[in-house]
Protein backbone atom coordinates (compact mmCIF):
# COMPACT_ATOMS: atom_id res chain seq x y z
CA UNK A 1 0.00 0.00 0.00
CA UNK A 2 1.38 3.60 -0.15
CA UNK A 3 3.55 4.43 2.70
CA UNK A 4 3.03 8.37 2.07
CA UNK A 5 -0.50 7.61 3.18
CA UNK A 6 -1.62 9.80 6.47
CA UNK A 7 -4.24 9.73 8.36
CA UNK A 8 -4.57 13.25 8.72
CA UNK A 9 -4.70 13.61 4.51
CA UNK A 10 -8.32 14.39 3.38
CA UNK A 11 -9.31 12.23 0.73
CA UNK A 12 -11.56 12.20 -2.11
CA UNK A 13 -12.36 9.08 -4.21
CA UNK A 14 -13.57 9.53 -8.01
CA UNK A 15 -14.83 6.39 -9.44
CA UNK A 16 -15.06 6.07 -13.15
CA UNK A 17 -17.52 3.17 -12.61
CA UNK A 18 -17.92 1.97 -15.92
CA UNK A 19 -13.95 1.74 -16.10
CA UNK A 20 -13.51 -0.43 -13.52
CA UNK A 21 -16.40 -2.21 -14.06
CA UNK A 22 -15.81 -3.48 -17.69
CA UNK A 23 -12.28 -3.98 -17.00
CA UNK A 24 -13.02 -6.48 -13.72
CA UNK A 25 -15.57 -8.27 -15.96
CA UNK A 26 -13.31 -8.74 -18.81
CA UNK A 27 -9.92 -9.84 -17.19
CA UNK A 28 -11.58 -11.89 -14.48
CA UNK A 29 -15.30 -12.25 -15.46
CA UNK A 30 -16.48 -10.94 -11.86
CA UNK A 31 -17.67 -7.62 -10.37
CA UNK A 32 -15.77 -5.00 -8.03
CA UNK A 33 -16.65 -4.84 -4.39
CA UNK A 34 -16.83 -1.14 -4.54
CA UNK A 35 -17.20 -0.54 -0.55
CA UNK A 36 -14.09 -2.58 -0.38
CA UNK A 37 -12.29 -0.83 -2.54
CA UNK A 38 -12.66 2.25 -1.31
CA UNK A 39 -11.60 0.75 2.11
CA UNK A 40 -8.48 -0.31 0.55
CA UNK A 41 -8.09 2.98 -0.98
CA UNK A 42 -8.46 5.36 1.84
CA UNK A 43 -6.34 3.35 4.35
CA UNK A 44 -7.42 4.99 7.69
CA UNK A 45 -7.43 8.52 6.01
CA UNK A 46 -9.88 11.15 6.43
CA UNK A 47 -12.67 10.42 3.78
CA UNK A 48 -14.24 13.47 2.85
CA UNK A 49 -16.54 12.79 -0.22
CA UNK A 50 -16.12 9.17 -2.43
CA UNK A 51 -18.43 9.63 -5.92
CA UNK A 52 -19.10 6.75 -8.40
CA UNK A 53 -20.35 8.05 -11.96
CA UNK A 54 -22.71 5.56 -13.38
CA UNK A 55 -24.25 5.01 -16.58
CA UNK A 56 -28.37 4.06 -16.28
CA UNK A 57 -29.50 1.59 -18.98
CA UNK A 58 -32.60 0.06 -18.46
CA UNK A 59 -33.26 0.07 -15.01
CA UNK A 60 -33.46 -3.49 -14.29
CA UNK A 61 -33.69 -5.19 -11.08
CA UNK A 62 -29.88 -6.25 -11.29
CA UNK A 63 -28.55 -2.12 -12.04
CA UNK A 64 -31.05 -0.51 -9.14
CA UNK A 65 -29.62 -3.77 -6.88
CA UNK A 66 -26.12 -2.13 -8.17
CA UNK A 67 -26.98 1.53 -7.31
CA UNK A 68 -28.49 0.48 -3.88
CA UNK A 69 -25.34 -1.34 -2.97
CA UNK A 70 -23.35 1.84 -3.77
CA UNK A 71 -25.58 3.88 -1.92
CA UNK A 72 -25.84 1.69 1.11
CA UNK A 73 -21.70 1.47 1.32
CA UNK A 74 -21.81 5.56 1.51
CA UNK A 75 -20.37 6.32 -2.18
CA UNK A 76 -22.66 9.32 -3.48
CA UNK A 77 -23.54 8.66 -6.82
CA UNK A 78 -23.78 10.82 -10.06
CA UNK A 79 -25.84 8.90 -12.83
CA UNK A 80 -26.44 9.86 -16.59
CA UNK A 81 -28.33 8.03 -18.86
CA UNK A 82 -27.28 6.41 -22.72
CA UNK A 83 -27.32 8.71 -25.52
CA UNK A 84 -28.38 7.34 -28.39
CA UNK A 85 -26.79 8.83 -31.60
CA UNK A 86 -28.44 9.32 -35.00
CA UNK A 87 -25.84 6.13 -36.34
CA UNK A 88 -27.27 3.95 -34.23
CA UNK A 89 -24.95 3.64 -31.85
CA UNK A 90 -24.68 4.33 -28.23
CA UNK A 91 -22.57 6.84 -26.15
CA UNK A 92 -22.12 7.56 -22.50
CA UNK A 93 -19.61 8.76 -20.39
CA UNK A 94 -18.32 10.61 -17.41
CA UNK A 95 -15.40 11.98 -18.61
CA UNK A 96 -15.92 15.87 -18.47
CA UNK A 97 -18.21 15.51 -15.58
CA UNK A 98 -15.49 13.66 -13.25
CA UNK A 99 -13.21 16.51 -14.09
CA UNK A 100 -15.06 19.33 -13.39
CA UNK A 101 -16.09 17.89 -9.99
CA UNK A 102 -12.43 16.79 -9.52
CA UNK A 103 -11.26 20.38 -10.13
CA UNK A 104 -14.24 22.22 -8.09
CA UNK A 105 -13.60 20.03 -4.93
CA UNK A 106 -10.08 19.78 -5.04
CA UNK A 107 -9.75 23.17 -2.41
CA UNK A 108 -10.92 20.86 0.02
CA UNK A 109 -9.09 17.55 -0.51
CA UNK A 110 -5.19 16.79 -0.23
CA UNK A 111 -5.38 13.57 -1.77
CA UNK A 112 -7.19 12.88 -5.34
CA UNK A 113 -7.68 8.88 -5.48
CA UNK A 114 -8.81 8.56 -9.31
CA UNK A 115 -10.44 5.49 -9.73
CA UNK A 116 -9.72 4.47 -13.62
CA UNK A 117 -7.58 3.78 -16.04
CA UNK A 118 -8.43 6.15 -18.68
CA UNK A 119 -5.60 7.84 -20.30
CA UNK A 120 -8.08 10.90 -21.14
CA UNK A 121 -7.75 12.41 -17.74
CA UNK A 122 -3.75 12.71 -17.88
CA UNK A 123 -4.58 16.80 -18.54
CA UNK A 124 -7.00 16.39 -15.36
CA UNK A 125 -4.20 14.71 -13.21
CA UNK A 126 -1.61 17.42 -14.57
CA UNK A 127 -3.64 20.28 -13.53
CA UNK A 128 -4.58 18.58 -10.32
CA UNK A 129 -1.02 18.96 -9.14
CA UNK A 130 -0.20 21.95 -10.09
CA UNK A 131 -2.91 23.22 -7.31
CA UNK A 132 -0.46 21.45 -4.93
CA UNK A 133 -2.76 18.04 -4.90
CA UNK A 134 -1.44 14.73 -4.34
CA UNK A 135 -3.05 12.60 -7.19
CA UNK A 136 -3.20 9.15 -6.66
CA UNK A 137 -4.48 6.91 -9.51
CA UNK A 138 -5.97 3.22 -8.82
CA UNK A 139 -6.75 0.69 -12.40
CA UNK A 140 -6.14 -2.54 -13.51
CA UNK A 141 -2.53 -2.35 -14.51
CA UNK A 142 -2.83 -4.00 -17.84
CA UNK A 143 -5.26 -1.61 -19.40
CA UNK A 144 -4.56 1.69 -17.85
CA UNK A 145 -2.53 4.11 -19.29
CA UNK A 146 1.24 4.33 -19.11
CA UNK A 147 1.35 8.13 -19.06
CA UNK A 148 -1.15 7.95 -16.14
CA UNK A 149 0.74 5.87 -14.18
CA UNK A 150 4.09 7.98 -14.76
CA UNK A 151 2.12 10.98 -13.98
CA UNK A 152 0.31 9.79 -10.35
CA UNK A 153 1.98 10.22 -7.03
CA UNK A 154 1.16 6.76 -6.00
CA UNK A 155 -0.48 4.25 -8.46
CA UNK A 156 -2.62 0.78 -7.20
CA UNK A 157 -2.60 -2.13 -9.47
CA UNK A 158 -6.03 -3.16 -9.24
CA UNK A 159 -4.91 -6.58 -11.06
CA UNK A 160 -2.82 -6.73 -7.57
CA UNK A 161 -5.67 -6.61 -5.05
CA UNK A 162 -7.85 -8.40 -7.02
CA UNK A 163 -8.42 -10.91 -4.57
CA UNK A 164 -9.27 -8.50 -1.65
CA UNK A 165 -11.54 -6.74 -4.26
CA UNK A 166 -13.39 -8.96 -6.75
CA UNK A 167 -16.54 -10.33 -5.67
CA UNK A 168 -16.35 -14.13 -5.10
CA UNK A 169 -18.99 -16.35 -6.66
Known amino acids: MNPFAFTSQRVGIFIDTQNIYHSAKNFYGKNVDFGKLVEILNQGRNLIRT ?19 LILRGIELRIKDIIYLPSGEKKADWDVGIAVDTIKLSKFLDVIILVSG ?3 FTHLVEYLKTKGNIVEIAGF ?12 DFFYDLDELKDHILIKK
Open 118 to 120: DGD
Open 51 to 69: IAYVIKSDLTPKEIAFFES
Open 141 to 152: GRNTSVKLRELA
